[in-house]
């Protein structure tokens, strides 16, 4: 079955820690891809989207992603985290006018 | 703009009990969608509408219905409420799906409970 595939529900991270979300999908073709972020209380928004050219995107908040289409990914990088980035992180693929997403990545900032 | 506005912030039913989860967008957007959110389940796609008089089934539609007859609004409706529908009910719209920008706005969500 297509799917979008998160590998980390749950990740916990010093400040200043690097981070590398990882995301990946078995939609074959031309998809669009997006990161969206949940802060506590809050409703999603976008991170940053890839649709063509430059593999490697850059986002809000000095986010940002490597599209390997080779491999079906589409990994979330930051170099150094901050606490309020606490939040949960959605990868989404768009296709054939549906956007899926994964089941997300908590994650966790401690201070 | 007021953006994506769903109404009511919070719902308790009973089993059997029917209501329609209201969503409006004031951007001119053809695509809007329904996702459900339910912890470590991410979120999951009710229906969608590419455009007014168009709706379309996405992951999960089993025991909801849509309608789209306005650009602005895409009405979610519970046919027979069941404890499996207690969730948060996200409405979100985009310019478009497939190309140019393809990013959704969400709404503030929905909590709805069943008993």
């Known amino acids: 079955a297509q799917s979008v595939s998160q590998h980390n529900h749950h990740v916990i991270l010093s400040e200043a820690a690097s981070l590398e979300l990882g995301c990946n999908y078995s939609?074959?073709?031309?998809?669009?891809l997006f990161w969206y972020v949940q802060y506590p209380g809050q409703h999603l928004q976008l991170l940053l989207k890839?649709?063509?050219?430059?593999?490697l995107v850059k986002g809000i908040k000095g986010f940002e992603a490597e599209f390997i289409k080779s491999k079906f990914s589409f990994n979330l990088r930051k170099p150094s985290v901050q606490w309020s980035d606490t939040a949960e992180y959605f990868c989404?693929?768009?296709?054939?006018?549906?956007?899926?997403f994964g089941k997300g990545t908590r994650l966790h900032i401690l201070p | 703009n007021a953006g994506v506005t769903q109404t009511p912030k919070f719902q308790v039913l009973k089993t059997g009990q029917s209501m329609t989860l209201q969503c409006a967008q004031d951007?001119?957007?053809?695509?809007m969608s329904w996702y459900r959110q339910d912890p470590g389940m991410g979120l999951r796609l009710i229906h969608y509408?590419?455009?007014?008089?168009?709706?379309d089934q996405g992951e999960v539609p089993n025991g909801y219905n849509v309608s789209r007859s306005t650009t602005e609004d895409f009405p979610l409706r519970l046919l027979s409420a069941a404890p499996s529908q207690t969730s948060v009910y996200f409405c979100?719209?985009?310019?478009?799906?497939?190309?140019?920008?393809?990013?959704?706005?969400f709404g503030p969500g929905t909590r709805l409970t069943v008993l």
């Open positions: 979100a719209s985009s310019y478009t799906v497939s190309a140019y920008s393809g990013e959704q706005f």
């Open positions: 939609y074959g073709g031309t998809v669009n």
């Open positions: 890839y649709f063509s050219g430059d593999p």
């Open positions: 989404a693929v768009g296709r054939d006018d549906k956007i899926i």
């Open positions: 951007m001119n957007h053809e695509y």
């Open positions: 509408s590419v455009g007014a008089g168009i709706t």
